[in-house]
């Protein structure tokens, strides 16, 4: 009897208290940081100071301030992170954080903090663009020793473009390339192009344009602008189209596509024309496309062909009925 | 003997013809009519609003206040270039979006518990990214490889017969030693074809480069993956526990 109170005051107590042991479980972060990307045209010895606001959506950390030189991937507009920070002796810019790069500070949940970039550029006389990325790293946990682990060092980073000009006249070398519609095309069908613009500049553009597709007779059949996407030097982006979302406001990026009626038929002129956002064209490209009817030609022979047996089918059938 | 009839009697080609050619032209309309043209998939950008980044400046040579586009080289930049010595845009296309980037993880430990021959550890971490404007990549990578405190290590996976840091492949095998990890759910590497597919981690201290473990190129909100790590260690693997550090970097497209 003794035995059972004591193993229910016990039980009571377990009860009691195991609400008010922390429970173990495994630490999660959400970083988020604005504006996500950022352009600066700089003079040589100016300084440009630029605020991000990082928020922490996750539990109270500490944040390491890094700065990493970045290089475009692809024509996409994806870049990768060099792993290393970036050494200030290979760039010719100033860069200081109010936050100490390298050394980390405390950010507690759900708060905001700002963090603020100062750059400074070096004196120079040639025009030079350097790309880098503020990456706002968490610190990782000190590894336990009694299990195999991995601690996960999540990252988010903002990118940050400088051109440094003394005269802001900046050099223009942009190529059309990529652009290879087909010769022939079902007018049935979707023609849809991804050609793409090479910076081939010491510097980043963000070149404007239009795609225009001109019918036989030299109507204007499609005229859409390019969406100004930004090409960082020496490297290339496909071009897509831009046009207002349902709210008439938001510019939102599409591809190039068009799609005929299925009457067009004939050579149709697809053109291209990359001009500077002050309207001076800077290259042009024009392709012929040959629009026939293919699918509408073979579904109306097929269709003629289904009659006439079905013709002959019946004709039979009158002609085995009215002889038994 | 079998009968003919009067039909097949007159003309047996004809029916044999005809019997074959409905079929065919029957199936050859509908995937005419019903096939309908493959449509590129447009990337919206639907949650944009107007607003200029939020920056300050300062100058030892300034002169102006006014700034301007960085349009028009060599004509309208250079008059106003000229007085402020700067220019800064902020945000997508000088748009900001009403969500911001952020980049999110399940667990700050990957924890593969106690390692034993002839058997997988494995352990998984989530990826939640929200991007707006035209997508992002998150790359990942090893500091170094596993490694002990008597700096012996475990080696990264070459899976069951090959994969590299950019390529999967099938992890079946326990005698295959390693670590590496899988990848699935949203915007993941095509090469990630089943949850048997690893990879190993670039590894930092050898000069790997990141590997790609997202990517996209429209805007989107909690794409979510789920990275599983896994290792598996030979007879002779020495006691001890063994660490490094994985890095996932999340990055917009620009």
């Known amino acids: 009897m003794k035995k059972t109170l004591n193993a229910a005051v016990i039980t009571c107590l377990t009860l009691l208290i195991s609400p008010l042991v922390p429970r173990a479980h495994a630490q999660s972060i959400g970083l988020s940081i604005s504006p996500p990307t950022v352009e600066i ?11 991000f606001q990082l928020t922490n959506q996750g539990e109270n ?25 970036l050494s200030p002796t290979k760039i010719p810019l100033i860069i200081s954080c109010d936050h100490t790069l390298g050394t980390p500070f405390s950010i507690a949940g759900g708060a905001t903090v700002p963090v603020t970039l100062s750059v400074e550029g070096a004196s120079s006389d ?21 299990h195999t682990l991995s601690p996960t060092l999540p990252a988010i980073s903002t990118l940050v473009f400088v051109t440094l000009t003394q005269t802001g006249t900046l050099p223009i070398n942009l190529e059309i390339g990529n652009f290879d519609p087909p010769l022939v095309q079902d007018s049935w069908g979707v023609l849809t192009i991804t050609p793409t613009i090479k910076n081939t500049a010491p510097v980043m553009i963000r070149p404007k344009g239009t795609y225009t597709i001109l019918s036989p007779q030299g109507k204007t059949i499609l005229s859409l602008p390019f969406f100004p996407n930004l090409i960082l030097k020496t490297s290339e982006r496909i071009i897509l189209g831009e046009k207002m979302a349902d709210d008439g406001k938001t510019p939102e990026a599409i591809s190039l596509s068009w799609s005929p009626h299925w009457y067009d038929v004939g050579p149709y002129r697809l053109h291209l024309a990359v001009t500077t956002e002050g309207g001076t064209k800077v290259t042009e490209i024009e392709k012929v496309v040959w629009l026939l009817p293919i699918r509408a030609t073979i579904f109306t022979a097929l269709l003629a062909l289904s009659a006439m047996t079905l013709l002959i089918y019946f004709k039979k059938r009158q002609i085995s009925s009215t002889h038994p | 003997m079998p009968t003919k009839t009067r039909r097949e009697i007159l003309d047996p080609g004809r029916e044999k013809l005809g019997t074959l050619l ?3 032209l ?7 009519l019903a096939s309908r043209p493959a449509h590129a998939q447009s990337m919206r ?23 301007s586009l960085t349009d028009t080289v060599g004509q309208i930049v250079a008059d106003y270039f000229s007085s402020t010595g700067y220019h800064v845009k902020a945000g997508f296309q000088y748009l900001y979006t009403l969500y911001p980037f952020s980049f999110s993880v399940s667990s700050l430990t990957a924890d593969l518990g106690a390692l034993s021959p002839g058997s997988f550890s494995t352990a998984a971490t989530t990826l939640t990214v929200t991007a707006p ?30 994969c590299t840091t950019t390529t999967a492949g099938v992890w079946n095998s326990t005698s295959a030693y390693g670590f590496g ?8 590497p095509a090469d990630f074809v089943g949850s048997t597919y690893f990879r190993p981690f670039p590894d930092i201290s050898l000069g790997g480069t990141p590997a790609t473990v997202m990517t996209s190129t429209a805007a989107g909100k909690n794409r979510t993956a789920t990275v599983t790590y896994k290792a598996a260690i030979s007879g002779t693997q020495a006691e001890g526990s063994y660490s490094t550090q994985i890095v996932y970097i999340a990055t917009p497209v620009y």
């Open chain 1, 61 to 85: 950390t500490e944040i390491v301030p890094e700065i990493h030189a970045v290089v475009p991937s692809d024509s996409a507009g994806h870049v990768v992170v060099d792993p290393a920070p």
């Open chain 2, 45 to 67: 950008s639907s949650d944009y609003t107007i607003r200029l980044g939020n920056f300050n400046m300062t100058s030892g040579l300034k002169s102006s206040t006014s700034y």
């Open chain 1, 126 to 146: 040639t025009v030079t663009d350097t790309y880098f990325a503020l990456v706002l790293k968490v610190v990782p946990s000190t590894p336990s020793q009694t």
């Open chain 1, 41 to 51: 045209l700089l003079s040589p010895n100016k300084k440009v100071i630029q605020t």
């Open chain 2, 181 to 188: 990890y899988n990848v699935s759910g949203s915007d993941v």
């Open chain 2, 22 to 24: 409905l079929p065919v």
């Open chain 2, 26 to 32: 029957l199936v050859s309309s509908i995937y005419l």
């Open chain 2, 133 to 162: 404007g035209q997508g992002y990549s998150v790359t990942a990578m090893e500091s170094s490889k596993l490694t002990s405190a008597n700096s012996n290590t475990i080696p990264d996976t070459i899976c069951d017969t090959s």
